[in-house]
């Protein structure tokens, strides 16, 4: 976490306009001059440094991420998602609904033939 929270304060540094204040999990990202425009580049740039999807529905999550902390806990919660296995369905069987279907049509090509 503290390696996540490391990269995520040199990425916030990168997009904040206020350079002043010092980046902790506490500081809320209207004081780095970081909006709702920033975030989607922000969140980008972050999954390219932890190499994990994070899924966000726009309007409804990012009004919700407000200090840097919030975001370092969205970026852990898909870390976390990605480390657990995923279930696979059961294989099909397969059918040979196709197979006969052509065999019957090729086999009435030739009737049809002149």
Do not use: C
């Given at each position: 976490m503290q390696k996540l929270s490391?990269?995520?304060f040199s990425i916030l540094a990168k997009y904040a306009?206020?350079?002043?204040?010092?980046?902790?999990?506490?500081?809320?990202?209207?004081?780095?001059?970081?909006?709702?425009l920033d975030l989607p580049i922000i969140l980008?740039?972050?999954e390219d440094v932890v190499?994990?999807?994070?899924?966000?529905v726009p309007d409804a999550a990012t009004a919700e991420l407000l200090?840097?902390?919030?975001?370092a806990a969205l970026a852990h919660s898909a870390i976390t998602r990605s480390r657990q296995p995923i279930r696979?369905?059961?294989?099909?069987?397969?059918?040979?609904?196709?197979?006969?279907?052509?065999?019957?049509a090729s086999a009435a090509l030739p009737a049809l033939a002149p």
């Open positions: 490391a990269q995520l306009g206020v350079t002043s204040i010092p980046i902790s999990p506490a500081t809320r990202l209207a004081e780095l001059e970081i909006d709702e980008l740039d972050l190499g994990v999807a994070i899924d966000i200090t840097v902390a919030d975001i696979r369905a059961s294989p099909r069987r397969k059918s040979n609904w196709m197979s006969t279907s052509a065999r019957a």
